[in-house]
């Protein structure tokens, strides 16, 4: 791989670092953690890592309320056991992102205390949105708008004389405010921040929330205020997709640009981007703006041959259409993971869920650009769908008192070893137990099983990986369709790589004759099994 554009087809890691290793006994994985299983990272053969948010934070809603920018939080470490992990990371040839939430910070952050401190209309109040409320003692919100996590996007606060006061703008929960991005003051600040994380090594950034920053300066009703909160998604056309937004990530590219420029070692931008189309997505990923945002219409697509090949040619003709690369992602830390998206919960490793979730692996790996997995995606790990109400710990749960689509389920800590809980994920006292119960179940996908059985879901993608880098005609490039018959979608990549899936139940006869490369399942010459996807390579003949 071209060391300068190593983004552009690479392979990345995602880690949610709480639920990774457990190196103190706490419970809780943290940066150590980390960076004892960058071997197993290596040898998996992913070519980066992201890590989810580390930074100060009273851990709302786990790290994505930040207090501190620029410093490690003591649950995971410190800012000596970081450059440890970075140090061991640039040894082994592994790239790091950090996650850096530039919407929202914490209630906590120092100016947000001095916001809350400070008369209405002062600089401290105006790095945030607050504005009086409506009615006739100001006792309703400034507008209707809904938080994605649920409840009014809106909390009132009590002045210094103890009288009820202005409201500020939270658009996930009220111990997350927004910055006002208007204010010259927050570009400053996360400049600082990046360039002191640039500065201590790291490969770039993974950008939460980078359709948000800027909402309508006047910030009036939305047409259908529940929106945001219906979908859980960022669909408020007034708070978020701004233009304004656009400028933000063309002064952060320059920044990243800037320090490639003195060592040679390409920084990357990857933006979390909800939108509606794949058009609007393009917009993100022009030349001078972001070097990739997530493309989240597969991960959000039917298992349909006729729905995966529509978001894929989207994405190909308006996303690649720019000079970037498309993004794929089939899990992340906020969605149900695939084994249990696409089927019955399979506890044993097998069933339709998880030869689907094989199939949808050995697919996103053949599409031309990047890929990012998520932990655990490589142990076939579904959805831990009955955590009891006690131990839930999500803010959509407290905040909605509803399990719909909480998100505990798919952070549930990794299991590494053994056959009962806490299954090598943490080294404590006897007794010590995970964030999350991690259910009996897992033993079947601990870490120690899936690399002794060569069928296991870790050998697909480890094989997976090995052939995207060997293999020309994966990675970065261009994909051709061929006919198929009913259920099944099969592509061409280079001159002579077939990947194909069979969506049905039911065998059928192979796109391409002979004995499969590589096989989510058991793949006979000349037949695809149902949910099952394979690669060839053809002699071109019938291609």
């Known amino acids: 791989m071209d060391t300068h554009r190593w983004w552009r087809d690479a392979v990345i890691y995602q880690v949610y670092v709480r639920s990774f290793l457990d190196s103190t006994g706490d419970g809780i994985g943290d940066l150590a953690g980390v960076r004892a299983g960058l071997p197993y990272l290596k040898k998996l053969g992913v070519d980066g890592i992201w890590l989810s948010p580390f930074f100060p934070s009273p851990q709302h809603d786990h790290g994505y309320d930040v207090s501190d920018y620029c410093d490690v939080d003591p649950l995971f470490g410190d800012l000596d056991e970081f450059d440890r992990l970075m140090a061991a990371a640039r040894r082994l040839g592994v790239k790091v992102l950090l996650d850096i939430v530039p919407n929202h910070c914490s209630s906590e952050h120092p100016w947000f205390r001095e916001a809350l401190a400070s008369a209405p209309g002062s600089p401290a109040r105006a790095r945030f949105h607050f504005a009086e409320g409506r009615g006739p003692d100001g006792a309703e919100p400034p507008n209707n708008w809904h938080a994605m996590f649920g409840g009014p996007a809106w909390s009132r606060v009590t002045e210094a004389d103890g009288t009820p006061g202005q409201w500020y703008l939270h658009m996930f929960t009220p111990e997350q405010p927004d910055w006002n991005w208007r204010n010259p003051e927050i570009a400053a600040h996360f400049d600082q921040a990046l360039r002191f994380w640039l500065d201590r090594g790291v490969d770039g950034f993974r950008i939460d929330v980078a359709a948000g920053l800027f909402k309508h300066p006047e910030l009036p009703d939305s047409p259908d205020p529940e929106a945001d909160a219906r979908t859980r998604d960022s669909v408020n056309p007034l708070a978020w997709n701004q233009p304004e937004v656009h400028e933000v990530w063309r002064h952060w590219r320059a920044v990243c640009e800037e320090y490639t420029a003195r060592d040679g070692r390409e920084r990357l931008l990857v933006g979390e981007v909800s939108v509606p189309t794949a058009r609007e997505h393009a917009q993100y990923v ?258």
């Open 286 to 543: 022009r030349p001078d703006e972001l070097h990739q945002a997530f493309f989240f219409d597969l991960l959000g697509a039917p298992w349909d041959p006729d729905a995966f090949r529509k978001v894929v040619s989207e994405a190909m003709q308006d996303i690649a259409g720019t000079g970037s690369t498309v993004t794929w992602v089939l899990n992340n830390h906020d969605q149900v993971r695939t084994v249990t998206r696409y089927g019955e919960p399979a506890v044993e490793g097998s069933g339709l869920g998880a030869a689907r979730a094989r199939a949808a692996a050995l697919l996103m790996l053949a599409l031309p650009g990047a890929a990012y997995v998520y932990q655990g995606e490589e142990l076939g790990l579904p959805e831990v769908v009955d955590l009891p109400d006690d131990v839930l710990t999500d803010p959509i749960f407290r905040r909605t008192g509803s399990r719909a689509r909480v998100r505990d389920g798919c952070r549930v800590p990794l299991p590494w070893s053994g056959h009962a809980s806490p299954f090598g994920f943490t080294s404590g006292a006897e007794g010590a137990k995970p964030w999350l119960p991690q259910p009996d179940w897992f033993a079947e996908h601990a870490t120690d099983r899936a690399l002794a059985d060569t069928r296991s879901f870790w050998h697909l993608y480890r094989d997976g990986l090995q052939l995207r880098t060997a293999l020309a005609q994966l990675g970065e490039g261009t994909l051709r369709w061929l006919d198929t018959p009913p259920d099944v979608l099969a592509f061409v990549r280079g001159d002579d790589l077939v990947c194909a899936v069979n969506f049905g139940t039911a065998p059928t006869t192979a796109p391409v004759p002979g004995t499969p490369l590589l096989a989510s399942g058991p793949c006979p010459p000349g037949e695809l099994p149902g949910s099952t996807a394979a690669w060839w390579i053809s002699d071109g003949s019938g291609l």
